[in-house]
């Protein structure tokens, strides 16, 4: 015994070193998991539909307990009662959904409540497609790792007796109802419902599927569920099982209600390992077990963990960086990861999906994928997939017009295949048209162009993605009365983010040479000015009449409170979210105006680095000329503080991967702070060399490098582009991907 | 509109006229309806898996409310709240379980919520297999029917909206958890759970399976479901929907959880007529869809109606009857009715059915039965079917082996393959037994004898059909210390069912040639003895060392009120429950005492017409020689005051057709008393001539007459055997079926 984990140990030791420049050991999915991060240190392939993830957010004396705030996680670095691995979940999201089908290993006597068999776990380690960790109240040492629709884990149970449970009543969502069959003693199918994120379309519920393999025949079967709690007379004949959870032994048949489980019992002569693996479907059951198959079927669990992880190095490697500390590299490499997580895979091995809304089986021939939180995504995250990695870009463009085929109208908060309508705007447009005024063009452009103003002008009430694109197309803004009277949330900040997407519509119009369009769509979206109250310097609420919505206070609605005009901010962290026409919003300021209002956001901490609609204002400092470099101060500062190599290292939410494409950006010295505009502003990189490799098909080159050389400051003395001096601090995305090398020279 | 409505209630009345003289037409579901008989007037084919019944059970200002009392009906002849038709359901038993898969047609905006949805209904009119009435609420008439496996009903809809609601939540059974999809705009699947009968054996809950199919496509589909309570700060968020129903449209996807149901709806531009077919069944959807196709698809429900009252025809027609009045007829065809609703078929037209306890998928080659209530269904109900229908006495006992190889028992009470242990003693052994004895012997008799045996010595503590039965053994009787200890219920009741199982294995182990077992068993079954008290002349608890157990009240134990010693009964109830050796018990009476008894038992009410410990006492003066008129008068009296045409026309709870079989019997003058050994009591016959049709195959001869002649009194003068005088008012089985004609000569 003592022999087979000293071999273990020395195995893992190998691994390690041997894959020591491998980009994947730069990642430290520890990273963003307290702090409200919402990120999670599981095993997850690139893109991955399953991710195995220890749950310790349940449980009464929790310090974060998932229904004691408003918690969107399954794991929380500093809490300490862990109650089992989750199979499928959410990374950097704002709202509890997912965090089901879990297992959880125990030894002893069967205990089906979570509260008490729950364990502190110790010894955890995290990379990028593997977590190990101890148990401690059973001694059981676990592994995981997973594929994209697969997850396996490895018990090792201490000879007794050991049970594998998989509980189906607790997960993260607020939905409830399963189904549970033991096929028999080495596998257990089922579905478990989940849905209803953000409650903001709480009729979007629908199941996933799970087949169960284990390797070791159970001696035991049974399963568990709760029974409804009888009043009346026959409560008596019902005694002490009544409203109790029963555990039914050798039940080979459907078990289906809120709350239930299954249990594999086991008693080990001598120490014993176990490996248990997780197929998950949307589709059925039958693909869930067609992906487990596909997927991790006779293949051992190091052999997977080898491949997944081969797989982090594959996409990871497409940027190389060198230079800078380890725990730049640290940074830069979990974050780019954190980018990898979601969008992820929908369709199953044999392509098929559930379409939206309806969830009738569809097949693609591409990917399709999921989790689009396009408010946020929209900044920063597909122009990073654009460059980097245009087919994912492409097959996510795809899958939003697929989307479009399916329910007549582009995603604006997509979760396996239902619309969740969580915050404002009509950000897919801005998505759609910023990939293809890149020249990221390989799709259906009339149809992307139907879509994109489908929502624009829609008007007989009936548009979910756009409320009060009436009145919008009326006033030129959202009145304050409409949300007053409850059309919509925020004013101000739908109407901003209307204005960003008409931007977009006009320059894709423009492409497309649609020329009415483009001057029409440019004037919808130059209507922000009529939201400037020249008095204040803010984009304020105002009233059908013109008149500016009062009392007005601009520190209204930090912290998430609520107030007038804003979501998820107030004026000032709303002040410049008008991206696309920087010189435009200038001149309404005056400069100095412009440059001292961002001065003081930035000074009395108005600026938010947690959430997106200030998120590109270190980089406005870029249109004041001569000013360049406190925008270069200031990347650097929020950088170091905010993002670091540990668990609170990152500023707030991940908001599915855009904080961390903010930082991905930012340590390469380019940032796309004008969606829907092809460009990047310029800033210090935080490498001497970083390498992005190009996708030949899309971009017909290799690569292109940025250098960063000269003094030893934090302050750009100039910038060649392939050794010809680049005027101004951006630069297009054409320029970019056409260059062999960016140097920036520091004084 | 009108002249539609004409033609049908034409057409109604036609079919009424022309099948006149059918056998089925005397039968009146609406006897035992109220008077807690827990019969009902839903559509259902002889021995039908599926039943479809009015649910009006189900309300809180209904007076018999499912849970306002232990009511184990759906349909209560008195309540005037109907909230749709279920479609699996129990007849005739003492626990509340199924009453599951409702359907509620409704016009207008969609309510879910029975406790607003339900309506008085009127017109009812039940016959065999047809159900019809009007849903006042909504002005819609319903017609139903059914096959063994599937129910159809025609709702004949007023013009605009309609609806279809699929009940998954509301039921008669207490368990919860359904799964719903809507497979298309025709088409419905799921499956709900149901289980726990009696509360004995709690843990045994399974799925019934369904597909529900309707002839016009639905205009919208929906599903409901019930949201959980969510409690703390995400309750804000939710408001209004947090603990409520959702209704979710277009979701044609699987909906799983503790309460919901589907949605079909329509809006009419005239009157519309709407065919609902779904099948049933306990293995599978896919077997409730094949159960549908090939029971009911492209075929009219006129057709399925006619078809299923010819079947009932058919069965009822094994016995006729001339004579006697046209209610007697009604009282004896729709007695002979009740007997053939359970045990029902639980295999699927490809023969497949759930195995008891693991419900693996297994086949069988004849009927599998299930809804076996042995300890009410031995002492009469199996002697009926093999007299009469020997072929599925026949796949009774042949499923009752499949269920000892299956769970290594006989079966007690069994529900679907679950065994619930209602109720006390070793009933299978007797029927089997008796089966045997009246010469039906074809099945497997060595598997049978080891069966039979096995619970009667099996001691090691796990004998779960005969408990104490190590007790049992060693003192002669259950001491009463065991139930003190409670180990068992009742001590003497349990005893006494020891006794009458014991006695049948003697006779059977007799007939194989084993007369070590014979004596040895026919030893125990004289144990009864022991149990008589010569002081009281009572079947009294007694102790472990001899001693009578005391207090005693022989009154103890009216009205299912608990007492020491009895199990629904009291002492009187259980004084002559020795009727395989009542010359033995007049013994220990002396025979003045035993007459004076039973006449006390009589004449102070202590005889109880609606349970069965007592259901042979009436035909206990024919063991008084000279007395078996008392016999005559007895039986006509009870026939007469509690068996009538009326809805409270069965004495008390029909246990699943024991009472029923009790009147029949009675009033074919013939009454197996004894189970076990294989004779008939003989009495007056209701009728002039009965003619009961005998299967050649087991019998060898085509049917046997009872004729009675002579005067018109209630008392028999002499009885002659073709022709022979006959000594005594017994007969054996054997003689009975070599008969071709019984003649009962009346003074």
């Known amino acids: 015994m003592k022999k087979l984990i000293l071999q273990f140990f020395i195995l893992s030791l190998i691994t390690t070193v041997a894959n020591a420049q491998n980009f994947a050991d730069y990642v430290n999915p520890f990273i963003g998991t307290t702090n409200y991060g919402a990120t999670n240190p599981g095993a997850i392939a690139p893109r991955g539909m399953v991710s195995v993830v220890p749950f310790n957010t349940y449980g009464g004396e929790t310090t974060f307990e998932k229904d004691s705030g408003w918690l969107s996680q399954v794991y929380e670095k500093t809490n300490s009662h862990f109650t089992g691995f989750s199979h499928v979940n959410l990374s950097g999201v704002g709202c509890p959904d997912l965090g089901a089908v879990i297992v959880m290993p125990t030894t002893g006597e069967i205990d089906i409540n979570p509260l008490t068999y729950g364990s502190t776990i110790s010894n955890q380690e995290a990379r990028a497609g593997y977590f190990s960790t101890h148990i401690d ?15 396996i884990s490895k018990y090792r149970f201490p000879a007794g007796k050991a049970n594998l449970l998989l509980n189906l009543g607790q997960a993260l969502s607020n939905e409830s109802g399963a189904m549970v069959k033991v096929v028999n003693e080495q596998e257990i199918e089922g579905m478990r419902m989940v849905g209803s994120f953000c409650y ?6 629908y199941p996933v599927y799970f087949v169960m393999k284990v390797n070791k025949k159970a001696d035991k079967t049974a399963v568990w569920q709760q029974h409804n709690k009888i009043e009346g007379p026959e409560a008596q004949w019902m005694e002490a099982y009544n409203g109790q959870q029963r555990i039914i032994e050798d039940a080979y048949y459907p078990i289906i209600g809120d709350s239930l489980g299954a249990i594999f019992s086991y008693d080990f002569a001598e120490p014993t390992e176990v490996e248990v693996k997780i197929g998950i479907s949307y589709v059925s059951i039958e693909n869930a077990r067609k992906n487990l198959e596909t997927e991790v079927s006779n293949v051992s669990f190091d052999e997977i963990a080898n491949r997944t992880k081969d797989n982090w190095n594959s996409v990871l490697s497409k940027i190389k960086v060198e230079g800078g500390s380890e725990d730049d590299k640290t940074v830069f490499y979990t974050a780019l990861y954190h980018t990898m997580i979601h969008p992820n895979v929908l369709s199953d091995v044999n392509g098929e999906y559930p379409a939206s809304k309806t969830r009738k089986t569809k097949t693609t021939e591409g990917e399709r994928y999921t989790v689009f939180s396009l408010w946020d995504t929209y900044r920063d995250l597909h122009q990073l997939m654009t460059l980097v990695y245009p087919e994912q870009q492409l097959n996510m463009v795809n899958t939003m017009l697929d989307i479009y085929d399916e329910t007549g109208w582009l995603p604006k908060w997509e979760l396996n295949s239902t619309e969740t309508y969580t915050m404002v705007g009509d950000p897919a447009a801005i998505v759609i048209a910023d990939t293809y005024m890149r020249g990221l063009d390989q799709f259906d452009h009339e149809k992307a162009f139907e879509a994109v103003t489908k929502s624009a002008y829609e008007v007989d009430g009936g548009n979910p993605v ?57 004037e919808r979206a130059y209507g922000y000015k009529k939201l400037f109250d020249k008095e204040t310097d803010f984009l304020r609420p105002r009233h059908k009449d013109g ?37 435009g919003l200038i001149k309404q300021f005056g400069t100095k105006a412009f440059e001292s209002r961002l001065d003081e956001i930035f000074s009395t901490g108005q600026f938010d680095m947690a959430n997106e609609p200030d998120i590109a204002y270190p980089y406005a400092y870029n249109y004041i000329k001569g000013k360049e470099y406190k925008t270069q101060e200031k990347v650097l500062e929020l950088r170091e503080k905010y993002f670091t190599n540990k668990a609170d290292g990152i500023a707030g939410n991940d908001d599915t991967g855009t904080m961390s494409a ?48 000269g003094g030893k400051s934090n302050h750009i003395q100039s910038i060649k582009v392939d050794g010809k001096s680049h005027k101004g601090y951006f630069i297009n995305h054409k320029d970019l991907v056409g260059a062999n090398e960016i140097t920036i020279n520091m004084k």
């Open 137 to 151: 109240k059973y001694d059981i040492n676990t592994e995981l790792t997973a594929t994209q629709r697969a997850g």
């Open 200 to 205: 903001n379309n709480p009729k979007t519920i």
């Open 466 to 522: 756009r409320p009060c694109i009436d009145s919008y197309i009326k006033y030129g803004y959202i009145p304050v009365d409409d949300e007053i009277d409850k059309k919509l949330w925020a004013s101000v900040s739908t109407s901003l983010e209307y204005y960003v997407a008409d931007w977009s519509v006009a320059q894709f119009a423009q492409s497309l040479g649609k020329q009415d369009k483009y001057k029409e769509f440019k």
């Open 547 to 583: 008149k500016w919505y009062s009392p007005f206070d601009p520190n209204d609605g930090a912290n998430f409170t609520h107030n007038i005009g804003y979501v998820e901010g107030n004026a000032y962290q709303y002040n410049m979210m008008v991206q696309f026409d920087m010189p």
């Open 662 to 709: 903010w930082v991905v950006f930012s340590m390469m010295g380019i940032y796309p702070d004008a969606p829907g505009t092809p460009q990047y502003a310029l800033t210090t990189p935080a490498f001497d060399k970083i390498t992005i490799e190009l996708d030949q098909k899309y971009w017909g080159k290799d690569q292109v490098v940025i250098k960063k050389q």
